[in-house]
Each structure stands twice: as C-alpha cells, then as structure tokens.
C-alpha cells in the first residue's frame, strides 16, 4: 500500500508541473522597424532675376471749341470761329518724354473788318529727366520747346526745370503744395526770309497749391529780360526813341473749383469755376510796342497792363473704358478783352464757349 500510496504521488507531482509549464506566457518578442536617415542633398535652384521692360505710354486727345460772338467785338477778336485741336504726349524711356500739340482755326465769319484770320500752330516740347540732384530733394528736367504760330514766325526755347515741391511735404493739411518750379531759360525767335529775331533770357517761378474748400491756386512769376526784335519794339514815354532791351517781371495768378453735381456709373457732371489774372507787369520802365507772335501789335502803356477773366460753366464726362475718355464743356467767359490795362466795364464782355473731346490713353 505504501508502495502505490508514493506512485500516485510522484504522478500527481508530474502532472502539476507539466501543467504548470502549459500556463507559463512566454515574452513576445517585437522587433521594431530599423529606421534608416539618409541625408538629402539639398540643392537651391538659382533664382532667374527678370528685368522690367520698359512699355511706352502716353495719350492722344482731340477737341473741337467754339467760341462764339463776344458782347464788345470792337475790343477782341469777335468770335463766332472753331478751334480744333490734336495734342499728345509719349514716354519713349523711363527718362524721356515727347509731346505735341497742333492747333487749327476754321473761321466762320465773313472776311472783312469783323474777320478772323488765325493761322495754324504747331508746339513740340521735349523732356529729358536727370532725376534727384545728389542727395537733396530737388529733381531736374530739361525741356526742348519750338513752336511755329505761322509759317513765317518761329519760337525756339531751351529750359532747366528744378522741382523743389518735396520741400514742402510737412506742411499743414489744409495746405497742399503739388509743385513749386524754378525755371532758367534762353529762348529765341525769328521770322522766315527776314533778318529780325528777338534773343531773350528768363528766369519764371511756377506753383500750384491747395487750398481749403477743395479749391486749387496756381501762381506764377515771368522774370524776362527782352532784347529787341520782332517780339518787342521799346519806346520811352519821353522822347520816344526805341530802346534795345528791357527787363520784365510779369504775374499770373489763377483759382480753380469744381463742385461735382452728378455722377452715375461712367458718366458725371460737375459745375467749373476758373478765376485769372494775367501777366501784371512790374518793372517795365516806360512803354513797350510788341507785336505778338499771333500777329498783333499793340502799346503796353506802363506797368499797370493786365489782363483778368472768369470762365464758368458744365463739365460733362463719359469714361468709355478704362483708357478712354469723352468730355465736353459749355460755358462762358467774362473777360476785359482790351489787352491794356483799363478798369472800364465797356471793355467787359461775356462770350460763350463750347467743347466737346475725347482722349485716350495708352
């Protein structure tokens, strides 16, 4: 018995550890991805640096002005003539501008002592852009102008324009300089199969500012020293004898207000206000005979000659597209259309005018 009591024993003891060994969880082993860095050659591709070519552009514009009969014909030119007029501008580099103008007068009165004869004019004007001089704030530009107001008489000017107008960046907001120009200049003129010329040097101030009230200022100074020529025969008040040269100062002085009225999708209107007064002459030291380039010749009394205007009127505008631009203006001006001085209101007159344009820009 003792003998099959320890056999059953040592099976039982078997049995439990082969069991036992069943049940044991054996570690799993997880093999984790080898993650291999490989180094990327990074290679920058060179950036291609375009240069800007440069595109002209510009405007051509044309209109077509009636000035009808004025109330003192006896003191102007009468009226009652069309001047057409084809002008334009174009910048053939970043530096250089080109621009033209040619005017033509179709009479449309009967020849005689009322007549109007005008001749065509041509002005051509060239600008070269010498940019900001140094380190200042002055920008430099010359200008080319010849102009042919016949087919006999010529006009040539060569000129320095020095614009100071970033000088007066700080100034107060309810005054706006856009420009202030300093101007030295020689100009010569001359007549067709003729030994006459006038050889004149100069020197004029140009300004224009804003004032309150969205109204605009522009003024301007003529410093001019003429020599004698067709332009200006020079007579003394006391002896009469002609004189060789004289110095002048003239002034001008010009305000501008629109006052927009209507406005509706391309087309507006606006109400035009313009007040000038012309050429106030300083320092002429006597008298001067000068005979215009259009043709006139009339005796400048003394210092006190001027000449004052006020042309007011509707301003219709229709933008086409982006680049074009039709226009028109119906007005009238009051002017003291003798070209001496005299504050008498007989030299007054109104005389209408009417525009009708486009303009197109490119």
């Known amino acids: 018995m003792k003998r099959l009591a320890l056999m059953l024993a040592s ?78 501008a174009i910048s053939v580099t970043p530096t250089q501008k080109f621009e033209y103008r040619v005017r033509g007068y179709q009479n449309l009165r009967k020849e005689g002592r009322d007549g109007i004869k005008k001749d065509t004019e041509m002005r051509l004007r060239y600008y070269f852009n010498h940019g900001q001089l140094g380190d200042t704030k002055i920008s430099s530009t010359t200008e080319l102008q010849h102009k042919n107001y016949s087919s006999d008489k010529n006009y040539s000017r060569i000129s320095e324009i020095f614009q100071f107008s970033k000088y007066f960046s700080g100034m107060p907001s309810w005054l706006r300089n856009d420009s202030f120009k300093l101007i030295p200049y020689y100009e010569f003129a001359s007549v067709k199969n003729n030994s006459d010329y006038s050889s004149n040097l100069g020197f004029d101030i140009k300004t224009y500012w804003g004032l309150p009230g969205g109204v605009e200022l522009e003024f301007n100074v003529y410093n001019t020293y003429y020599t004698k020529g067709y332009l200006a025969e020079f007579a003394s008040n006391e002896d009469g004898k002609k004189e060789d040269s004289q110095f002048d100062i003239g002034v001008e002085v010009y305000l501008y207000k629109t006052f927009q009225l209507y406005s509706q999708g391309k087309f507006d209107l606006s109400f035009y206000n313009e007040l000038g007064y012309e050429k106030y002459d300083l320092a002429r030291k006597n008298g001067v005979y000068e005979e215009t380039l259009k043709g006139s010749k009339i005796f400048k009394e003394s210092s006190t000659t001027y000449q004052a205007y006020y042309l007011v009127g509707l301003l219709p505008n229709y933008k086409v597209n982006e680049a074009t631009l039709v226009y028109g203006f119906a007005g009238a001006e009051l002017k003291n259309r003798k070209h001496i001085a005299d504050s008498s209101a007989a030299r007054w007159g109104w005389q209408p005018q009417v525009t009708l344009g486009f303009n197109v820009a490119f």
Do not use: H
């Not at 078997?14 to 290679?43: D, G, L, N, R």
């Not at 077509?64 to 009468?78: C, F, I, L, S, V």
């Open 11 to 88: 099976i039982l003891v078997v049995s439990a550890v082969a069991t036992a060994k069943e049940v044991i969880v054996q570690p799993e082993v997880i093999e984790e991805p080898v993650v291999i860095v490989e180094e990327v050659a990074v290679v920058e591709e060179p950036v291609m640096m375009t240069k800007e070519v440069f595109k002209p552009t510009g405007y051509v514009n044309f209109e077509t002005k009636y000035y009808a009969p004025d109330e003192n014909t006896k003191y102007a030119d009468g009226g009652n003539y069309l001047r057409n007029q084809l002008s334009g």
